[in-house]
């Protein structure tokens, strides 16, 4: 590519106009059940189908343990609705979710014989940690099938006649994969009985313990007999000690963020393949026993234990407000329903959820919230109507989205209902019946060199239109994070979205989770997109160069935009693809450098974000037009690295991090030389 040279570029910073009000809201999260960013990611849960109904042909996860090769022992499905089971076996659905289990049989006992769950690509081994472990079980003691006299007598075959002496003792390890090396351990003592018993237990490593992930869950015995499984769970310390909680480095890596909202629980997660597969928000509420889990939209099924108070609680914990999406009748493969009386249960249903998350405890569903332990209301400002409904090529969506606008705005004035269709993106679609939206949320996944062809999109926007949402954003280069070259594009873009956080009120990335694994014998890849923002595994974590740039984007940021200008922007020409050149298309040039300015009024801070794209160093001049004085010692911080595909991994997570420095002679007019391929954030002290 050909860079122009050109003089100096002159940035001026002018405080003698006031400046517009920064959003307050302007960076938050969005999220949904993909890459495993949940089950095998967020959310604590160690046990991979811990209900078994993951795939109804095999126990996915589980493995049958026989440490003597006389034992004979095999482990099956077993789902209460199945007509050709052993009669006793019908009976075995604990309720309606948890429904299908997981049968040992031990024909002849020789040594340990037993069941194994390799967990979400291993389970996290860590010295001093206790893991609260919990499943399950019911053994039979009995040679003849049980039923009521009044019954007719089975047609089915009974359970096979072995020795049952499935009462006793019951162990429980962590263990090395081949079994060889236990780091924890612990029993129980199964009763005698018809009927299934929950039992509870923890289990506690040393402290010379080394971390591995290299590690499953058993739960074994050493008898004869018929051993019944069901929702089994291994828990580790979680963030603020949640029951039901988050991974601890995940949420600080959050929390570190600073977001002011979370755009929940979706995306595609939200709407599902087919309208029977929207977030069953009602079924993810209340204790793990209630909850069956859904068909998700990205190849696995959800458990769903991040259920609807759950996200609540994720954004009570970083200090940030919810963003609600409500299912509005569209779904990923064209199902719709139109609006009228067929959509009137779908806005009651959304309704309900809103009332469960703002209602006070004398309303059905705040009565509810409160007996799920939280009965304080949780603030909520916003209300996404869908997702993406530009997919709906029947254009149903300025009914539905009316209609949905009308009860919320009916019963709750003060929420604020965001289209998913915005004007400047889908103008043939937009909403026009009714009053128009006050917000729209608008999506862009792209290149580097279209982030940087775009960066002063939103300057030529009309003040006089919808609020902006970027609800969903990235700059999709590298995987399964994001590289340098994303992070610079980014930062282009999130420069844009600052000048004119005015108009544009809140953005999150897109996504923000993935679990790095690549495909083993037994489990699949665990990611479906690529260009992610915060990658782990069963034990570690790490964040890309986009999450270090756009933590400190939210770390440095005003309440007031400082109005600039740049004269002398160096620019370089984009290059042509093979399509471009057989079209006839010529190269555009795009800026290299980009900018943006805040100031906190109060105390008198200026935090200037400069980029620097390129291969070398650019100087730029700054001036500070309007200021009595300025300190002569600035902070900086920057992001930088050699060369553009330089990125952070599992195995090298801190490649690209900040480096925060002091640096001296700023004045009212001086000049920094920004370093190649560098995001830099100044904090600058004026004096009134």
């Avoid at 058993?218 to 004869?224: E, F, G, K, Q």
């Avoid at 999406?325 to 959304?350: E, F, H, M, R, T």
């Avoid at 991090?657 to 995001?679: E, H, M, W």
């Amino acid at each position: 590519m050909q860079q122009t040279v050109a003089q100096t570029p002159v940035l001026t910073l002018d405080f003698t106009k006031p400046g517009a009000n920064v959003s307050p809201m302007l960076y938050g999260l969005m999220t949904e059940e993909i890459n495993h960013s949940y089950d095998g990611g967020l959310y604590a849960e160690l046990i991979r189908n811990r209900i078994f109904k993951d795939n109804k042909n095999t126990p996915e996860g589980w493995s049958l343990v026989q440490d003597d090769a006389a034992a004979k022992a095999s482990i099956k499905l077993i789902a209460a609705s199945e007509e050709n089971i052993p009669y006793d076996e019908r009976r075995l659905a604990i309720n309606g979710a948890l429904s299908t289990c997981l049968r040992l049989t031990v024909e002849k006992a020789a040594g340990r014989v037993g069941i194994a769950n390799e967990g979400y690509w291993g389970i996290p081994i860590k010295p001093s940690t206790a893991y609260k472990a919990s499943f399950y079980i019911k053994g039979t003691d009995r040679s003849e099938p049980f039923r009521w006299p009044w019954e007719p007598k089975p047609t089915t075959p009974p359970l096979p006649d072995i020795e049952n002496n499935t009462a006793g003792s019951i162990t429980v390890t962590l263990e090395s994969n081949d079994g060889k090396t236990v780091y924890a351990s612990g029993t129980i003592n199964l009763e005698k009985s018809d009927y299934w018993k929950k039992y509870e237990l923890t289990l506690t490593t040393a402290a010379d313990v080394q971390p591995t992930k290299d590690a499953r869950f058993v739960i074994a015995t050493d008898r004869t007999g018929q051993y019944y499984f069901n929702l089994v769970s291994l828990f580790p310390p979680t963030y603020n000690n949640r029951w039901n909680g988050n991974r601890i480095d995940l949420m600080q890596m959050l929390v570190d963020m600073q977001p002011k909202f979370l755009r929940f629980p979706g995306g595609n997660f939200l709407e599902g393949p087919l309208i029977t597969d929207a977030f069953p928000w009602k079924q993810t509420l209340g204790p793990l026993e209630s909850r069956p889990g859904h068909k998700g939209s990205w190849g696995y099924r959800p458990s769903d234990g991040m259920g609807l108070l759950e996200f609540l609680e994720w954004c009570e914990d970083m200090g940030a407000e919810p963003l609600l999406g409500v299912y509005a009748g569209y779904s990923l493969q064209g199902d719709y329903i139109n609006a009228g009386p067929l959509l009137k249960p779908y806005v009651d249903d959304a309704l309900d959820e809103i009332e469960y998350v703002i209602g006070d405890t004398t309303t059905y569903w705040g009565a509810k919230r409160a007996a799920d332990g939280h009965p304080a209301p949780f603030k909520l400002t916003y209300v996404e109507i869908g997702n993406e409904d530009w997919f709906d090529i029947s254009n149903s969506y300025d009914s539905r989205f009316t209609q949905f606008r009308t009860a919320i705005e009916a019963k709750y004035p003060q929420l604020t209902c965001i289209s998913t269709i915005a004007d400047a993106q889908y103008p043939d679609m937009k909403v026009t019946s009714g009053k128009k939206p006050e917000v729209v949320d608008e999506h862009y996944y792209r290149s580097s060199w279209d982030m940087w062809e775009n960066a002063a999109q939103y300057d030529k926007y009309d003040r006089n239109g919808a609020k902006i949402f970027v609800g969903e954003w990235a700059t999709r280069e590298g995987a399964p994070t994001t590289n340098l070259n994303a992070a610079l594009g980014d930062a282009a873009w999130m420069t844009s979205m600052e000048r004119n956080s005015d108009l544009v009120i809140m953005s999150c990335y897109a996504p923000l989770f993935v679990n790095v694994n690549t495909a083993t014998a037994t489990a699949p890849k665990a990611w479906q997109w690529d260009s992610d923002l915060i990658g782990y595994d069963a034990l570690s974590s790490y964040g890309s160069p986009s999450y270090y740039v756009q933590k400190l984007f939210s770390q440095y940021l005003g309440n007031k935009i400082v109005p600039a200008t740049v004269v002398n922007v160096p620019v370089q020409n984009r290059p042509l693809t093979k399509k471009d050149s057989a079209d006839g298309i010529t190269s555009k040039t795009v800026p290299t450098v980009f900018y943006s300015a805040t100031m906190n009024d109060t105390t008198g801070a200026v935090y200037l974000k400069i980029v620097n794209t390129t291969a070398k160093k650019q100087a730029i001049k700054i001036n500070l037009n309007g200021v009595g004085k300025v300190a002569p010692n600035a902070t900086l911080a920057v992001v930088k690295g050699n060369k553009p595909e330089d990125t952070n991994t599992i195995t090298e997570p801190a490649n690209i991090t900040p480096v925060t420095t002091t640096i001296k002679g700023v004045a009212n007019s001086f000049t920094r030389n920004l370093d190649p391929y560098s995001v830099s954030i100044l904090q600058l002290q004026t004096v009134k």
